[in-house]
């Protein structure tokens, strides 16, 4: 059994107009829990669309997509986040506290509460990702890369099993770049599989990764 399955996608961008506006036609594709996968493929192909697809955010016109065998659709929103972590091409808007302790540790605030498990992952998270410095400062004047940095802590807080990030290296100088490899390493390292989608050859020649190309249709090569 896969972790996420995709069995028979169809997915047309334009409802109405079906003929002129199918991206997917018949997608298929199955991705184990401790994979490090990276999807590549032209720009519009449709590789941002294929993972809001994976963790229900779009809904197939025809076809399944499963996770851990059982119907996206059959999960709720936050059961799907506690198993697959998003990383938006756009990090800054998955923030909207003051600090990063609370933008870490709302979820749990105002939920379950702060067990002292809680805790300590907050500080392992923090840790790994080189936060240490910029607990204090207010996360709107952090530097794009220690944004991204805490969007990632975020999801790390839900101890997910799986992580997607949708073209994490765009606007990055090469410091942060090496950072962020860095960061993917560590994570890959602790048995969290990993789905990252970027155009960035030399990022991902640079990386433990199995490559699919995306192409037209939604053709998936090898
Ligand atoms: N909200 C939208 N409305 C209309 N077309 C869209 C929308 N989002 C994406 N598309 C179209 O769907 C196709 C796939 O987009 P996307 O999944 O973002 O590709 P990629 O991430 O590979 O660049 C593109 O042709 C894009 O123009
Ligand atoms: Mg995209």
Same mark, same amino acid.
Request: charged share 30%; aromatic share 10%.
């Given at each position: 059994m896969a972790f996420i399955e995709l069995k028979g996608i169809d997915y047309h961008i334009n409802k109405k107009n079906k003929k002129l506006n199918m991206l997917f036609e018949n997608l298929n594709l199955a991705i184990e829990g401790n994979e490090f996968i990276t999807i590549v493929g032209a720009n519009g192909i449709g590789k941002t669309t294929l993972s809001k697809l994976i963790i229900g955010v779009l809904k197939p016109d025809k /076809?399944? &997509? !499963?996770? %851990? =065998?059982? =119907?996206?659709? +059959?999960? #709720?929103?936050?059961?799907?986040?506690?198993?697959?972590?998003?990383? @938006?091409? *756009?990090?800054?808007?998955?923030?909207? =506290? $003051?600090?990063?302790?609370?933008?870490?540790? @709302? $979820?749990?605030? @105002?939920?379950?509460?702060?067990? +002292?498990?809680?805790? #300590?992952?907050?500080?392992? &998270?923090?840790?790994?990702?080189?936060? %240490?410095? $910029?607990? *204090?400062?207010?996360?709107?004047?952090?530097?794009?890369?220690?944004?991204?940095? &805490? $969007?990632?802590?975020?999801?790390?807080? *839900? *101890?997910?099993?799986?992580?997607?990030? +949708?073209?994490?290296? &765009? /606007? !990055?100088n090469q410091e942060l770049i090496d950072d962020l490899r860095v960061i993917l390493l560590k994570i890959y390292h602790k048995g969290i599989g990993v789905l990252l989608i970027s155009h960035d050859n030399e990022f991902v020649k640079s990386l433990p990764t199995k490559v699919l190309t995306l192409s037209k249709g939604g053709r998936i090569s090898v």
């Open positions: /076809g399944q &997509v !499963l996770l %851990e =065998n059982i =119907n996206i659709e +059959d999960y #709720k929103r936050y059961e799907i986040g506690r198993k697959i972590g998003y990383l @938006f091409q *756009n990090p800054e808007i998955q923030l909207f =506290n $003051a600090k990063i302790y609370e933008e870490l540790m @709302f $979820a749990y605030e @105002f939920g379950e509460g702060i067990s +002292d498990e809680v805790r #300590k992952r907050y500080d392992t &998270v923090i840790k790994d990702l080189s936060l %240490e410095k $910029a607990v *204090n400062t207010p996360i709107k004047q952090l530097s794009q890369g220690e944004k991204q940095r &805490v $969007a990632i802590g975020t999801i790390l807080m *839900n *101890n997910p099993k799986f992580i997607i990030l +949708d073209e994490p290296t &765009v /606007g !990055l």
